[in-house]
């Protein structure tokens, strides 16, 4: 059975400070999935990472992914107050495709 | 453009009552999926189709039912509500071609659903 965990489940940072979420799965995929989710809103997807040594950016975020640890990292650098949501990554393991298995997310305040 | 719509939006049950959660998507996709998000949770799946006429159950499949009868619309039918469904419901969907399944999976807004 998949699992995957995030850690920190609830993280509180300053404006312009730098911080790694991290996402750990317990068995071989070959796909990793962020998103972000506001409060009552659906979630948006960010990066889709699906080789070893992968790495996207889009503005202050940047994900990772090392398959052979089986973990990625969600980096924010120099935060600011927009990007507080819930972010969650998400795995498609090799047999079970595009059906996902979440994490339990991390909720991000950014303070001023 | 509509992309992965879904209704109602709220609803509330009383236990034992019965509805449809109603979802459709206009991207000609060939795979659906419906997730249950708990309160302060990750989402959990429920069923996933993978084209018309083709439905398995995912991580939560107990008290659910769905079926796929056109390549468009995947609905979620609760039955004899129970507290434990109180959750916000998602659809998505995605698209396979040949060996490759496709990199985006779409969300619909969710369905937020009260059993009382």
């Known amino acids: 059975e998949l699992k995957v965990e995030q850690n920190p489940l609830f993280l509180s940072m300053q404006e312009g400070k730098n911080y790694t979420i991290y996402c750990n799965y317990s068995t071989t995929s070959d796909r990793l999935y962020w998103y972000r989710q506001d409060p009552g809103k659906s979630l948006e997807s960010l990066f889709v990472?699906?080789?070893?040594?992968a790495v996207k950016q889009e503005g202050r975020l940047m994900a990772s992914l090392d398959t052979k640890a089986r973990l990625s990292t969600l980096h924010i650098t120099a935060a600011v107050h927009d990007l507080s949501a819930t972010y969650f990554c998400a795995v498609g393991g090799q047999t079970s495709g595009s059906r996902l298995t979440f994490g339990e997310g991390t909720q991000l305040t950014v303070n001023p | 453009n509509a992309g992965v719509t879904q209704t109602p939006k709220f609803r509330i049950l009383k236990i034992g009552q019965s509805m449809t959660l109603q979802c459709t998507q206009d991207?000609?996709?060939?795979?659906m999926y419906w997730y249950r998000q708990d309160p302060g949770m990750g989402l959990k799946l429920i069923y996933y189709?993978?084209?018309?006429?083709?439905?398995d159950k995912g991580e939560v499949p107990n008290g659910y039912n769905v079926s796929r009868s056109t390549t468009e619309d995947f609905p979620l039918r609760l039955e004899l509500a129970a507290p434990s469904q109180t959750s916000v419901y998602f659809c998505a969907s995605s698209i396979r071609q040949g060996a490759w399944v496709g990199n985006t999976i779409y969300f619909g807004e969710g369905s937020w659903l009260t059993v009382v």
């Open positions: 991207m000609n996709h060939n795979y």
């Open positions: 189709s993978v084209g018309a006429g083709i439905t």
């Open positions: 990472l699906l080789s070893n040594g």
